[in-house]
């Protein structure tokens, strides 16, 4: 009898976006993650009815969509650019207000990060909040995956690591780890589980955004598995995966 050999996929976490050049991005699945705030407010914004979001690069882009009419979330150092109707928290997107429409978002750090990515064969954007989602996509996909931190201005974060290193202690057994970069988020997140909160209580953008008075968002975007929906990058904007019909049936199988 044949049996049909699993695929040899490999799994990989890449910890800064200053050491993405050492990965090769052809082929790859991306999933971008910057869980405080910008991938799980994206994640929000599509569940409420957002029908694309364009996540840009500069500010600039930012005035010219606002003067076509466009909804635009701009973020800075946590906070919102003057002049602009959102900033990145995700209770800003959890109304009627976006719904159908095409909101534009640019973020510290977030944004950057899929800019980056567009090299790669797809990518789509991860967080606490659709976790689940995202880690039953990519059971389903033959495709080498990167897990692409945003971190901080090219460095280290602790809370994008630990997602990293939730979505690797789920595919465990269905990719190779090949980099200690895996491992480490992994063991991470094992650290972490139990009291993310407290785990990640001294972490540089936990102060930060301490400071800015929204342990509420924080506390939000720590929870695991709330949405299904998986934003993906379709040329320059990124869409529910769940409204591509195809995929739809591919996931709902
Ligand atoms: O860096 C980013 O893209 C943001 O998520 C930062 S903040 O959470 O809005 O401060």
Redesign the pocket.
């Known amino acids: 009898m044949k049996t049909e050999k699993p695929p040899v996929r490999k799994l990989d976490v890449c910890l800064t976006p200053e050491l993405l050049h050492l990965y090769d991005l052809e082929d790859r699945i991306v999933v971008v993650l910057?869980v405080?705030?910008?991938?799980s407010?994206m994640t929000v914004a599509l569940a409420y009815g957002a029908e694309k979001i364009i996540p840009v690069a500069t500010v600039e882009e930012c005035h010219r969509y606002k003067k076509l009419g466009f909804p635009v979330a701009a973020?800075y150092?946590?906070?919102t650019i003057d002049g602009f109707e959102y900033?990145?928290?995700p209770f800003e997107f959890m109304s009627e207000k976006i719904k159908g429409k095409t909101l534009i978002i640019k973020?510290?750090?977030?944004?950057?990060?899929i800019q980056k990515s567009k090299a790669s064969s797809m990518v789509i954007i991860g967080s606490f909040l659709n976790m689940k989602a995202i880690v039953k996509f990519l059971r389903s996909e033959k495709n080498d995956v990167l897990l692409f931190c945003?971190g901080?201005k090219g460095k280290f974060n602790l809370e994008d690591t630990v997602c990293a290193g939730a979505i690797t202690s789920e595919l465990l057994y269905d990719y190779i780890i090949e980099n200690d970069s895996t491992l480490a988020a992994y063991h991470l997140y094992n650290l972490a589980k139990n009291d993310m909160k407290e785990f990640l209580k001294n972490s540089s953008?936990f102060r930060?955004?301490g400071n800015?008075d929204i342990e509420k968002?924080v506390e939000f975007c720590l929870k695991k598995n709330i949405y299904n929906v998986i934003p993906v990058l379709e040329r320059d904007y990124l869409i529910d995966i769940n409204r591509i019909p195809e995929i739809e049936s591919l996931l709902k199988g």
Request: without cysteine; proline residues 0%; aromatic residues 4%.
């Open positions: 910057d405080l705030r910008a991938t407010t973020e150092l946590g906070k900033g990145n928290s973020t510290t750090n977030g944004t950057e990060a945003a901080w953008h930060r955004l800015l968002d």
